[in-house]
């Protein structure tokens, strides 16, 4: 019987400091001081700490030591694992206004092993509720105040009364893993790091509304997750808690998994519906809803893997104690993937109602390398960006529209003053215009047209009246589109907009790009006092633009220059000057 | 009932309706542009937005029930401007051909553009440039004119369950096409032209012969002669403003005369001749037992080209005769050319039809051949012939009636319900119980075939056995016909039925493909409903009681069935493209 458990983060395994070299270090150490028997080694996938190097969790103890090095495990072995004493200075302190609800587990289980899972409290909350009957769930969900975490914010509650309520004798319930926002890794980590917290979930609704079928609409770019949930679902129902008569009851349910192929629109509720049924991926007009008819015509209910890793401790702590976190409109927690020009990447989960600064400077440390803050992007490519002086906002669904851009799922990307407004916008639309599904005019042409703007202001090309042009097409597409992905296509645009239209005007009537990022307007020259005549410029340019010999020093012809910095990244010295 | 107001105006509709619907009501017209009376909605376009109060979306007027206590605003500066920004978009991805389109002054985008007094370019033209389609001889594609309604998929998949066109690719690239991107002559396509009878835009077109016909017109060497179809009649009066179903016979006798036809026909002869031998066909396999049951009628091309691609289990069923359009053809340049002494080289046949597929069936085997000529040279279609009346600016509506030539002209009441679906069965049932019994049918219209129900079924007692028929229309409808049959094939078991009869498009030929735009089931029951009255007001209704059709057999070709009759009327099938 293993006495300890310790968790070792596969970060980047065959690289020389990589965990896989680590990891064989700390079994051998192990094997070493006869050790091996007590000491149970797993490799994990997610432990929750982020860009701190080789991370280790010990077990039962929950010591977290973070940046450790081979000549640390002498250390660790010897302290920890003989004595049970913790090392300060390996220790890793998560920052106090972190909150995890549905990161409870990860990194603290193995996602692999059910009884892992069950130790903690696992499937209670399904036994619970299997006890307390539907509308006894349905209502503790209402009281918790959960809302949909993969974007829209329905109340979950509210959801499932509806699903419950149609009539039908057949009914569906959805896992949606389609997570396809760029950057965005929350439900991933849950599904890698928790897989039966939203097995769990998806028994708890399906329970509540009347459903026998369950589906996970997993992405196929998520290998792991797919693995890890197909091997939790078989020991789930190896252990009775998946399939006929759960728990000796009447309710019997089986899950299944569906893979998405990739289409960012397949996230969207009816377009997702389509792909599970092996038609086109494209939404189609509500109603109906998918709650009275959805797959294959019957009522569905389809929750985001986050919302539904919410469900087991909401019925196992009450809907009460749920609502007491967060704010007035918004319950619970968010789990946010910080990244961007921040010191402290990684994935956070914090109450709602923390707010951006909070979220910034304390948790996330601030942006990288001492840079001046410019902007934080959350909601993907559907969100905006929010400036340096509303940075007080508490993030909340209903603040976060407020101020033009939204919750989504999760993403959260901080921008300093090396980021173009106008580039950014374009990187978002252009990833909403790759995504279009092609039904509607409005997404399908609108984003074109505004992409095209875009590029243009972005070559100085632009004019003033295309500002309006912008606008025009937005309102068209967020008033005319279809579905989601094109009512808020234009966001990114329109919160740029708002705040840095500075920006745009300085590289439509300047022809000027503040942050040196529109490669289209920048003049490249040759500083020769900095030139160390090594022709290293001349030979990375592709438009053979630049001459010269080891005598006389280089030049650049600008007439011949096409702006695509190629020199610039090149110099070594620095000799070669954008403005 | 449900209780609503538009722009202040309360009414009371109907659970279900929609508020575009609804707006009619109260003599409200709101905008549309993928929207068909004919079809679900596909929600596509995003031109007919409404505000409805208590909601900061715009909602599709098309797609969107009333509910109750609705307040819907259809117009206002804000909406108004939204759906010019939508049209303005689809212009933009819109080539400006439309003085040398088809659809010039019968398109649906240039009427809205017109409606909205669009006088400049707002946006820059991105025009894809995929090269047009014209595989076939039925229709032509240009992907370039598309505005992605929808339209001709939906009833590609839904209706017709042919499967041949679909959407591919995404956002601005996507396209509709064959599936996979291939040809449409490689494709299931069975050349129906429902999709061109729907197309808002000139993106699928008719192939145009009207050119052609007009040179054969003008050259004095040839001997051009006409057959029209019997649903013609009925439907092409709409494209010169008469209510559906006005029967336009004689003037149409008249027309084609003015237009230059040395001899006008009508096919409804060679319907009455096509009742000979496949009755005959009928009265041999059911009662002398020679050949399978159920005996399936061929005089819808598109039917042929979905057996002979979909269901080449069922060709043993197919009754063997031709088509009226080829039958008459042939007896044009063998029959009539005898009688008349005139040498049936110089003879120029061509058939108004309502459909696309009739041009395809021109050189469908080597028996439409049979003559030594090409039977039928060209096959025009209802919108064809009505554009060749305007081009001459003969005033159709207010010309006098006229006869049709003799002897392939007279027609009885049974040849001209072989326009709306079930009109082929009830003739033939007319007959072969003549045939059977030696006497006709006290009651000849046979009302459980008649309408638009799918699937119609008809059990009769003839001369002591019962005959089981049923009737499909829209291919969408004969799946379930033909499993029957083949599962009591497969058991063992006798056949359901003893005669069947398909017809592609919805309606039958009153519905083509190549009837007027904008058909709706009431259209289709009106112009039937115009071809029940002309039987009803005939003085024959027997086909085997038409004088010219006893002198042809009398004079040419002896009797039903007889070895010549084989040689000239009948033909075969053979299992095209992979099962």
Not at chain 1, 508 to 525: E, M
Request: glycine share 10%; aromatic share 8%; with cysteine.
């Amino acid at each position: 019987m293993n006495e300890k458990t310790v968790l070792i983060k596969d970060t980047t395994p065959g690289s020389t400091t990589g965990t896989k070299d680590f990891f064989d270090l700390f079994t051998s150490a192990l094997r070493e001081s006869r050790l091996s028997d007590e000491v149970r080694v797993v490799r994990a996938a997610d432990i929750g700490v982020y860009n701190h190097g080789i991370v280790l969790k010990i077990l039962p103890e929950n010591i977290t030591y973070a940046r450790v090095q081979p000549h640390d495990i002498k250390r660790i072995i010897g302290v920890t694992l003989k004595h049970g004493n913790p090392i300060r200075d390996l220790e890793y302190r998560p920052s106090s206004r972190q909150l995890r609800l549905v990161l409870r587990n990860c990194g603290r289980i193995d996602p692999e092993n059910i009884d892992d899972y069950i130790s903690r409290n696992g499937y209670q909350a399904l036994y619970k509720a299997l006890q307390a009957g539907p509308e006894a769930v349905i209502s503790e969900l209402k009281t918790s105040g959960l809302r949909g975490r993969g974007g829209g914010g329905f109340p979950t509650g509210l959801k499932w009364s509806m699903t419950g309520k149609s009539p039908g004798d057949e009914k569906y319930m959805i896992c949606n893993a389609d997570e396809g926002d760029p950057g965005a890794y929350m439900d991933r980590s849950v599904l890698e790091g928790d897989p039966h917290a939203v097995i769990e979930g998806m028994l708890i609704a399906g329970f509540a509304i009347g459903a026998s079928q369950g589906f996970f609409y997993i992405r196929a770019e998520y290998p792991l997750a797919i693995e890890r949930i197909q091997k939790a679902i078989d020991d789930a129902r190896a252990y009775g808690l998946v399939g006929e008569r759960i728990f000796n009851s009447s309710f019997s349910m089986d899950l299944e998994i569906r893979l998405g192929a990739g289409a960012f629109v397949c996230g969207e509720e009816t377009a997702l519906l389509a792909s599970i049924e092996g038609k086109r991926g494209t939404p189609s007009p509500r109603p109906p809803y998918p709650s009275v008819k959805g797959l294959w015509g019957k009522p569905t209910c389809i929750n985001n893997v986050e919302t539904l890793a919410n469900v087991p401790p909401i019925i196992l702590n009450g809907g009460a104690w749920f609502s007491r976190i967060g704010t007035e409109s918004s319950k619970g927690t968010k789990v946010f993937a910080l990244t961007g020009k921040i010191k402290n990447s990684g994935l956070i989960e914090v109450p709602m109602g923390t707010t951006l600064r909070d979220i910034v400077f304390e948790i996330g440390g601030g942006p990288a390398s001492g840079k001046k803050f410019k902007a934080v992007q959350t909601g993907g490519p559907s969100g905006g960006v929010i400036p340096e002086h509303l940075l007080d906002t508490g993030v909340d669904y209903d603040n976060l529209q407020r101020l033009g851009s939204i919750m989504g799922s999760g993403g959260m990307i901080v921008m300093d003053e090396d980021d173009c407004m106008v580039d950014i916008a374009k990187f978002y639309l252009k990833f909403c215009v790759d995504e279009s599904c092609g039904k509607c005019a409005p997404c399908r042409i609108g984003g074109y047209q505004m992409l095209h703007l875009l590029e243009g202001i972005a070559q100085g090309k632009g004019t003033l009246e295309d500002l309006n042009r912008l606008r025009m097409i937005a309102k068209a597409m967020q008033k005319a589109s279809l579905c989601g992905l094109g009512q808020t296509a234009a966001n990114p645009v329109l919160s740029t907009l708002r705040y840095f239209e500075d920006e745009y005007r300085e590289h439509i009537v300047n022809r000027r790009c503040p942050s040196k990022k529109c490669t289209a307007l920048l003049r490249f020259v040759i500083d020769r006092m900095r030139c160390k005549k090594c022709g290293l410029c001349a030979r990375t340019c592709p438009e053979k633009a630049i001459s010269g010999d080891k005598d006389r020093g280089y030049v650049i012809d600008a007439t011949k220059c096409i702006s695509c910095g190629m020199c610039f990244e090149a110099c070594k010295f620095g000799a070669v000057e954008r403005n | 009932m449900i209780q609503a107001t538009i722009n202040g105006i309360p009414l009371e509709v109907a659970e279900g309706t929609t508020i575009l619907d609804a707006a009619r009501q109260v003599q409200v017209k709101i905008p549309t542009l993928c929207h068909h009376p004919d079809l679900p909605p596909t929600a596509a376009c995003g031109i007919c937005i409404v505000k409805v109060a208590g909601s900061n979306k715009m909602l599709r007027a098309c797609c969107t029930p009333i509910e109750q206590g609705m307040k819907i605003l259809t117009h206002d500066p804000e909406i108004v401007e939204v759906r010019r920004t939508v049209l303005e978009l689809i212009l933009s991805n819109h080539p400006n051909d439309c003085l040398k389109c088809g659809r010039n002054q019968s398109c649906e985008l240039q009427n809205l553009t017109a409606a909205f007094g669009i006088r400049e370019e707002l946006f820059p033209k991105f025009i894809s440039g995929i090269p047009k389609d014209d595989s076939t001889n039925a229709f032509v594609i240009e992907p370039d004119k598309c505005i992605h309604c929808g339209r001709c998929i939906e009833i590609c998949q839904e209706l017709q369950q042919v499967w041949a066109l679909s959407f591919l690719g995404r956002g601005f690239a996507s396209r509709f096409a064959p599936a996979a991107g291939m040809k449409l002559v490689e494709s299931p396509c069975v050349e129906c032209g429902q999709c061109s009878s729907h197309c808002p835009t000139g993106a699928i077109f008719e192939l145009d012969e009207t050119v052609k016909v007009w040179q054969k017109l003008q050259d004095p060497e040839n001997y051009c002669v006409v057959q029209i179809a019997p649903s013609v009649r009925v439907a092409i009066g709409e494209a010169f403003g008469l209510p559906p179903g006005t029967n336009m016979t004689g003037k149409l006798y008249t027309v084609l005369r003015r237009l230059g036809f040395k001899a006008v026909f009508d096919t409804t002869f060679a319907a009455d001749v096509t009742i000979m031998e496949e009755a005959s066909e009928f009265v041999e396999r059911f009662v002398h037992k020679k050949g399978a049951l159920p005996l399936i009628t061929t005089c819808c091309p598109s039917w042929v080209i979905y057996l002979e691609k979909q269901a080449p289990d069922m060709i043993e069923h197919f009754s063997s005769c031709k088509s009226p359009q080829q039958i008459m053809g042939l007896l044009a340049k063998t029959y009539y050319a005898r009688a008349m002494q005139i040498d049936p080289s110089k003879i120029i046949m061509v058939s108004v039809m309502p459909c696309t597929s009739k041009k395809c069936e021109l050189t469908r085997t080597e028996e439409m051949f049979a003559s030594g000529y090409q039977d039928v040279d060209y096959a025009l279609t209802t919108r064809e012939l009505a554009r060749m009346i305007k081009q001459t600016g003969k005033d159709f509506v207010n010309l006098p009636e006229s006869e049709p030539d003799h002897i392939l002209g007279d027609y009885t009441g049974a040849g001209v319900i072989f326009g709306s679906t079930g009109g082929v069965m009830e003739a033939a049932l007319r007959t072969a119980h003549y045939f059977i019994t030696g006497k006709n049918p006290e009651t000849l219209e046979f009302e459980a075939i008649r309408g638009l129900p799918g699937v119609k079924e008809l059990t009769l007692s003839l001369a002591g056995s019962t005959v089981r028929v049923a009737v499909a229309h829209g291919l969408g409808n004969v799946t379930s016909v033909l499993d029957r049959v083949r599962e009591a094939k497969a058991n063992g078991n006798p056949a359901p039925y003893d005669f069947i009869e398909v017809m592609a498009c919805p309606g039958g030929c009153v519905g083509g493909g190549g009837q007027p735009y904008g058909v709706t089931n009431e259209i289709r029951t009106l112009r039937a409903r115009g071809l029940y009255q002309d039987d009803r007001s005939r003085s024959i209704r027997f086909s085997h009681e038409n004088p010219y059709v006893k002198k042809l057999y009398q004079e040419f070709l002896q009797k039903p069935l007889s070895s010549l009759a084989h040689e000239l009327l009948h033909t075969h099938y053979v299992r095209r493209g992979q099962e």
